[in-house]
């Protein structure tokens, strides 16, 4: 079974600063999707970035950047230039592509505070 | 346009009533799912239907029952309702049943609040 861990349950963070959300999982699964959401106040779920497992390269958008160590299994979010808009509840998850039929699992989430 | 579109955002209902919620997406996706967000905010898989098709049923009271009358279109019914019942359901889909790659992203709506009293 797939686990997926966020030690950090809230953090503050200065605007114009940037800030790295932690992530970490646990599967068996050779092939697997990392991906990040963020949830505002106002509920929605918003996709911000993907990293595919066999991926070489780190992924970004934008300013979101994704710190993928495979080996370590952490898959760390980085936001550069936070701004106000950002504070949110951030949700790392993950989808294993050899089985499960690709459930997509999340981790507990990050609550993120922007303060000016 | 919105792509996942779910309704009624906000249901505030009795114990022991049945509802529904609607779910309708125009991405052209082939898959759709229901997650319930609990009230810790934890996301957890319900369903998932790939054309139609039941393809994942988690440990869901079979008081839940979905309905995918065709691929762009999946409710959620929900019979004799209880106070645990009380989350954010979230539709989403994607085009995929998750075999690799971006393309796979999944997406979702904007939640409908289940209020049970």
């Known amino acids: 079974a797939q686990k997926i861990t966020q030690t950090q349950p809230g953090m503050f963070v200065q605007e114009k600063e940037a800030v790295t959300l932690d992530c970490t999982y646990d599967?068996?699964?050779?092939?697997?999707?990392l991906f990040w959401y963020k949830q505002p106040s106002s509920g929605e779920m918003i996709f911000l970035i993907y990293?595919?497992?066999?991926?070489?390269q780190n992924a970004t958008e934008g300013r979101y950047s994704l710190n993928f160590q495979k080996a370590r299994k952490s898959a760390n979010l980085v936001i550069s230039a936070s701004q106000l808009g950002d504070s949110a509840m951030y949700f790392c998850?993950?989808?294993?592509?050899?089985?499960?039929?690709?459930?997509?699992?999340f981790g507990a989430g990050t609550q993120v505070v922007v303060t000016p | 346009d919105t792509a996942v579109s779910q309704t009624p955002k906000y249901l505030v209902t009795q114990m022991g009533n049945d509802k529904s919620i609607k779910c309708e997406q125009n991405?052209?996706?082939?898959?759709m799912y229901w997650y319930k967000q609990d009230s810790k905010k934890f996301l957890k898989i319900m369903f998932s239907?790939?054309?139609?098709?039941?393809?994942i049923n988690e440990t869901v009271p079979n008081r839940f029952s979905p309905k995918s009358p065709d691929k762009a279109h999946l409710n959620l019914h929900i019979n004799s309702l209880e106070l645990g019942d009380s989350a954010v359901y979230f539709c989403?889909?994607?085009?995929?049943?998750?075999?690799?790659?971006?393309?796979?992203?999944?997406?979702f709506g904007e939640g409908s609040w289940l209020t049970v009293v």
């Open positions: 239907y790939n054309n139609k098709e039941l393809i």
């Open positions: 599967t068996s699964d050779p092939s697997y999707g």
């Open positions: 989403a889909s994607s085009q995929d049943v998750g075999w690799g790659g971006s393309g796979n992203t999944i997406y």
């Open positions: 998850a993950m989808r294993p592509y050899t089985d499960s039929w690709g459930k997509l699992q």
């Open positions: 990293q595919g497992s066999y991926d070489q």
């Open positions: 991405l052209g996706h082939d898959t």
